[in-house]
């Protein structure tokens, strides 16, 4: 079993900033791409940001510049560090990881950390 746990979320003025942070536990030998998704009210869940094991980085176009994704191999984390937030970054974000363990590879998603963004 793999699982991933966020901290982080909570409620901040615009112009803010907040970190998130995901830790992955279990059966794991390594974990390839990690990623944080959000979705907000009545959307869609979307892409916010992912990197590579190697360190390879992907943002959504909405908040390049203003977030930056890291991870720790060592300890199966990783962060999102959320600057200059506006009220449309609220959401609830979630973890994503594609996991390998012994005998599979698996997608595993957290349970979703909310961030708001009052004006």
């Known amino acids: 079993q793999v699982q991933l746990v966020e901290s982080g979320g909570g409620l901040v003025q615009a112009g803010g900033s907040l970190q998130l942070s995901c830790i992955a536990s279990g059966r794991i030998v390594s974990i390839n791409e990690m990623a944080w998704y959000r979705q907000a009210p009545g959307k869609q869940r979307e892409l916010v940001a992912s990197?590579?094991?190697?360190?390879?980085?992907n943002y959504a176009d909405s908040v390049k510049g203003r977030f930056s994704i890291s991870r720790d191999n060592s300890k199966n984390t990783v962060n999102l560090q959320m600057n200059s937030l506006k009220p449309e970054d609220t959401a609830v974000y979630y973890c994503?990881?594609?996991?390998?363990?012994?005998?599979?590879?698996?997608?595993?998603w957290g349970q979703g950390t909310l961030v708001t963004v009052s004006p």
């Open positions: 990197i590579t094991r190697g360190g390879n980085t």
């Open positions: 994503k990881a594609f996991v390998v363990t012994r005998d599979t590879w698996l997608e595993v």
